[in-house]
C-alpha cells in the first residue's frame, strides 16, 4: 500500500523535480527568444514613422505659413520666432538626435525638409525628404544632398 500525503501526492513527492523545471524554463526561453526576434524590428519601424509624422507636421505648419504671409514665401529658418511658436508650438526633434535639415530655394518660394531613416538591415542610413523643390536643394558638404554620421545619403524628393 503506497502512502500519500496531504495533498494527495505519493509520499516523498512534495513538488516538482528539476528535470519538470529545467523544461519548462527552456520553453519560456525559447518563446521568449522568438518573440524578441518577431518584435525586434518594431521599434526602428516606429521611429521611422515618428520622423515621417514629423515631417509631415512641419510641412503642414510651413504650408499654413506661407498662406497667411504677406510676401508668400517660406520662413529661411523654421526656429525663428515668425514661424515658432505662432505656427507651430515647437519643432519635433528626430527620435535619435541628430536635427531635421530644412532649407530654402528660389528666394523662399521653395522648401526641402529632409531626416535620417534607418535601414531595417542594419547596414546604414538613407533620407527622406520633402518638400515643394525640385532637384537638389539640399546640398550638404561637397555637393552630398545630405550627410549623416559621415556619410552621404541618397534620397528621393517624395510628398508625404
Known sequence: MK?????GLPAGRQGFTLVELLVVVTIIAILSVTAFIALGGQT???RNAKRHEHLTTIQSALEIFVTQ??????PTDINSSEFT????????????GPAYIYVTADSGRHFQLAATLENENGSG???LVVGNATGNPITGVGGCPVINRGTCLPYSLTTP
Open 3 to 7: 502512502f500519500k500525503n496531504k495533498k
Open 44 to 46: 526602428l519601424k516606429a
Open 69 to 74: 504671409s504677406a510676401t508668400s514665401v517660406y
Open 85 to 96: 511658436p505662432t505656427f507651430i508650438s515647437e519643432i519635433p526633434r528626430d527620435p535619435s
Open 125 to 127: 542610413y538613407t533620407a
